[in-house]
T-cell receptor
Framework: DVKVTQSSRYLVKRTGEKVFLECVQDMDHENMFWYRQDPGLGLRLIYFSYDVKMKEKGDIPEGYSVSREKKERFSLILESASTNQTSMYLC?????????????????FGPGTRLTVL | GIQVEQSPPDLILQEGANSTLRCNFSDSVNNLQWFHQNPWGQLINLFYIPSGTKQNGRLSATTVATERYSLLYISSSQTTDSGVYFCAVEDRFGNEKLTFGTGTRLTIIP
């Protein structure tokens, strides 16, 4: 079974702090994703990565950065946390093998991190 | 970008009832997934179904790609089926990004 883990289930930080959210997957997936989920707005893509050291902006990258130094780990960084970044953060991973019609880009999600910025 | 609409937004049913959830999308897709978000926020994969029909126990799904919709069927509902069901699609350009619908909140009453 694919397993995606996130470093914290709940996190409380203060405005202006630098925040790191960590995500690790154990299935050798090339693609990794960070989403945030807010009531009424659904899930929105922040950043994704299709390979080590590669990153692409999603729909709402402002205020965030990412790091992917190893294939299995994808970090989301809030350089200076603000109250409008209070949200549920979800990490996902997927295979990037277009020759595999069964599971190409089937995304698997971690348990999520509920971040509160005070 | 591609638009994804789910209906109904809310559904309340008695235990044992059957339900059909719908997902409409505005363009051709490479990938379509159904997820169940449990009360703790975890997104559970139900189906990877860009076309055709699949079944898994009491759940089944059908995607009619040419008509741009997918249906999720839940039979003999149980209280553990409660939660929010999301449909998500990857558009035909194959950029590997999923666009999510706004979900259907299902509540099963004992």
């Amino acid at each position: 079974d694919v397993k995606v883990t996130q470093s914290s289930r709940y996190l409380v930080k203060r405005t202006g702090e630098k925040v790191f959210l960590e995500c690790v997957q154990d299935m050798d997936h090339e693609n990794m994703f960070w989403y945030r989920q807010d009531p009424g707005l659904g899930l929105r893509l922040i950043y994704f990565s299709y390979d080590v050291k590669m990153k692409e902006k999603g729909d709402i990258p402002e205020g965030y950065s990412v790091s992917r130094e190893k294939k299995e780990r994808f970090s989301l960084i809030l350089e200076s946390a603000s109250t409008n970044q209070t949200s549920m953060y979800l990490c996902a991973s997927s295979l990037n093998d277009r020759t595999d019609p069964i599971s190409y880009n089937e995304q698997f999600f971690g348990p999520g991190t509920r971040l509160t910025v005070l | 970008g591609i638009q994804v609409e789910q209906s109904p937004p809310d559904l309340i049913l008695q235990e044992g009832a059957n339900s059909t959830l719908r997902c409409n999308f505005s363009d051709s897709v490479n990938n379509l997934q159904w997820f169940h978000q449990n009360p703790w926020g975890q997104l559970i994969n139900l189906f990877y179904i860009p076309s055709g029909t699949k079944q898994n126990g009491r759940l089944s799904a059908t995607t009619v790609a040419t008509e741009r919709y997918s249906l999720l069927y839940i039979s003999s509902s149980q209280t553990t089926d409660s939660g929010v069901y999301f449909c998500a699609v990857e558009d035909r350009f194959g950029n590997e990004k999923l666009t999510f619908g706004t979900g259907t909140r299902l509540t099963i009453i004992p």
